[in-house]
């Protein structure tokens, strides 16, 4: 067991948010208040004077040396809190944590840059902060300008900086740090795709090729797959899974399950005509209702109807958008617009209960979140029911597709195609 | 390779430690207040000559040429200058450490290191300060054909108590603030008052030596008579028990400061 560099009993750590307070102090609590208001959002449905909210509860888990480490959870699992104990930015309340070796973390890209300052007069300011000494940064500074690709900008102060200049410096300094063990939290969101392989590039030689301990927070599944070699699934501030990095991302997927993947109306609320209505709506990734789905398994679409009126002629229809806007798709059990032919779109319905599926193959969306509009049409020209924004959902990368790229792919689907190389000869 | 151990109240252990280890911060986070302080300024460097000479003049005209009050045969200007050097440096030190951590509270919040750091490089932005000030009192001798006594040889021990002063007040109000923002509304009016309760533009001799005991029970007023005595010369007599008191004072200040910080500090995160 010697070769165990973090070993973490018990973790639990709990926040207190709004005290109990009698009525006669009140200007004291205005200040106290505003300070307070960024942790009350985290319980804003209970409506208590004092309340405790567990941000972790119970964690235990070890990391070996050399090992990758990606913690992974929905907002609010606990993973900020957990990073932050272990860089020893705020106590536990129960729990004990043992560490072997020098951490340094990286929660936030560019703490403690001050914008008047220059490029320059930063990198040392902020190796200081994360724990390097001026001969250390010193000897790495040419490294450091090299990697950020800033160099005619160094005296410029970082206040001119446009935001990728900034990210590009302040990742740099970071990356340039010599820990046994590095915590690095959801820093690879910002950049641009090619600035994020090289910082996935930089991670990759930090753990692989000189042995260190790297603890790695983030969204994006498909950086995860890439780099970590195990996972940490937490959830609600409890650890749900702790195994191989493939196990816990699919645990992370499947955590999705009925959270928000399906849209049910009640009764008196159905979307309905004097002809039919929607019962309704969910979304289906490996066989199971959840609101993510892995891009590279087929995704389901399945809507319940009930018709109202004997003989009608139906067809049901879904439209994909990207949340950040534009359509991406729309589909309809058509005859001519179908695989195979829908059975009940050439007859017409009795009055009962239906279900339309609708079946995207794996590999057609990019990664990203989508949202789905539904409509039931009465002939291939009338529109019944239109509902939009039914249900959101989010494609996720399993990195299926990134064993060379692992930048971003361009566009809303990202189907795998056909590719052939031939040479010819000159005319 | 060492072992760290994270348990409710374990990170007292390594503290000191630390504090060692990041002593560059100290004077990279001093730098950084200092070089940032006068950019964007038409006048720049020269504001830390001008508060002072402008403070100096009014204090003169009321206590001096209006108030008539006793300067012991040194030319007024140079008696409240003496005073100011000192009370200046709590002063600053006072607003700028008690302001910090708040100022600071996205590293507080990002990065680990002792806290302590914070503060104490504030009360040494502060000290530059305090430098460039004493270089202009040199300036003000010279001018006023002054030739300070060999009592000047002392002068580092009252710098030394100034420091403890200032940093033991800073350290109190800095994790105060944290918690309790109201200090940003007490502390300029310390500093407003405490311009006048202590001796800065007359002698402390004028209290009468029935309250003077009492009277120095302000830390300061034990610091600014050690400068007048090193600096002004065997007249300013030091009244000792005072003294005794004022240092007193600044230990106990000194240590609660940073019994009190230590004890806050490992909430700050969560507090901030």
Redesign the interface.
């Known amino acids: 067991m010697s070769d165990t560099v973090i070993k973490v009993e018990n973790l639990s750590k709990r ?1 207190v948010i709004g005290q109990q307070r009698s009525k006669d102090d009140g ?2 609590h205005i ?2 208040d ?2 307070r208001a960024p942790l009350k959002w985290l319980s804003s449905r209970k409506k208590q004077e004092r309340e405790e909210f567990w941000a972790l509860n119970d964690v235990s888990f070890e990391v070996k040396q050399g090992e990758v480490l990606g913690i992974i959870g929905r907002n609010g699992a606990g993973k900020s809190t957990l990073l ?20 340094a ?1 990286l ?2 890209v560019g ?2 840059f ?1 914008p ?2 220059t490029g320059r ?1 930063n990198i ?2 902020n190796g ?4 390097m ?2 001969a250390e940064v010193k000897r790495k500074f040419d490294e450091i300008v090299a990697f950020s690709e800033v160099e005619k900008f160094l005296d410029t102060p970082v206040k001119r900086y446009s935001s990728g200049m900034y990210v590009r410096l302040a990742f740099s300094v970071a990356a340039h740090l010599e820990p ?1 063990i590095l915590i690095v939290d959801e820093v690879l969101a910002v950049g641009d795709a090619q600035f994020q392989k090289k910082c996935i590039g930089k991670m990759n030689e930090i753990s692989k090729n000189e042995g260190r301990t790297v603890l790695f927070v983030s969204h994006n599944m498909g950086a995860i797959a890439n780099i970590c070699s195990s996972g940490l699934l937490l959830q609600h501030g409890k650890r749900i899974h702790n195994g191989s990095v493939g196990q816990t991302v699919d645990a992370y997927l499947s955590s999705g399950t009925a959270a928000s993947g399906e849209k049910r109306w009640r009764n008196e609320d159905c979307p309905a005509t004097s002809c039919v209505r929607i019962l309704s709506v969910r979304v289906i990734g490996d066989g199971e209702t959840r609101s993510i789905v892995s891009i590279d398994r087929p995704i389901h679409f399945e809507v319940d109807f009930e018709t109202l009126l004997e003989g009608l002629s139906l067809y049901v229809s879904i439209h994909i958008v990207h949340l950040s806007g534009g359509d991406v798709l729309s589909t309809a059990n058509f005859p001519s617009a179908s695989l195979e032919t829908d059975a009940w779109s050439t007859k017409s319905f009795p009055r009962g209960r239906f279900r339309s599926r609708c079946t995207l193959p794996a590999n057609l969306l990019n990664d990203g979140a989508f949202l789905i509009n539904v409509a039931i049409m009465r002939s291939t020209r009338e529109t019944e029911i239109f509902v939009r924004e039914v249900i959101q959902f989010t494609a996720q990368d399993t990195g299926g597709m990134r064993r060379e790229y692992t930048g971003h792919w361009i566009g809303v689907v990202r189907p795998r195609l056909g590719w052939k190389t031939e040479s010819f000869a000159a005319a | 390779m060492s072992r760290l151990i994270i348990e409710q109240g374990q990170i007292e252990r390594q503290y000191w430690r630390d504090l060692w280890r990041y002593r560059e911060l100290f004077y990279l986070l001093a730098w950084r207040d200092l070089l940032v302080r006068y950019k964007q300024t038409v006048v720049g460097v020269a504001w830390s000559l001008i508060r002072p000479l402008l403070t100096m003049i009014i204090l003169t005209v009321v206590f001096g040429t209006l108030g008539k009050m006793p300067s012991a045969g040194v030319p007024y200007p140079l008696l409240v200058f003496c005073g100011m050097l000192p009370w200046q440096f709590f002063s600053n030190a006072l607003a700028e450490s008690g302001n910090s951590l708040v100022a600071n509270s996205g590293l507080i919040s990002k990065v680990y290191f002792p806290r302590m750091v914070v503060p104490a490089s504030s009360v040494i932005t502060s000290f530059v300060d305090f430098l460039i000030s004493a270089v202009f009192l040199v300036a003000l001798m010279i001018w006023f054909r002054f030739c300070p006594p060999a009592n000047i040889v002392f002068l580092p021990l009252f710098v030394l108590l100034a420091f403890a002063a200032s940093f033991g007040v800073g350290l109190w109000i800095a994790a105060l603030m944290v918690e309790y923002r109201d200090f940003r509304f007490i502390v300029p009016f310390i500093v407003q008052f405490g311009l006048y309760i202590s001796p800065v533009g007359f002698l402390s001799s004028v209290v009468s030596d029935k309250y003077r005991l009492l009277y120095s029970l302000n830390p300061i007023v034990g610091v600014i008579d050690g400068f007048r005595w090193c600096l002004m010369g065997g007249e300013h007599l030091i009244y000792w028990p005072g003294l005794a008191v004022s240092v007193v004072g600044v230990i106990i200040l000194l240590a609660t400061g940073i019994v009190y910080f230590r004890k806050t500090e490992r909430t700050f995160a969560d507090v901030i």
């Open positions: 926040y200007f004291r200040i106290e505003a300070v932050k104990i272990l860089s020893r930015i705020t106590e536990p309340t129960s729990g004990r944590i043992e560490i072997d070796g020098r951490v973390s929660l936030e703490t403690g001050h008047e300052l007069e040392f300011l200081a902060i994360l724990g000494s001026r046994e």
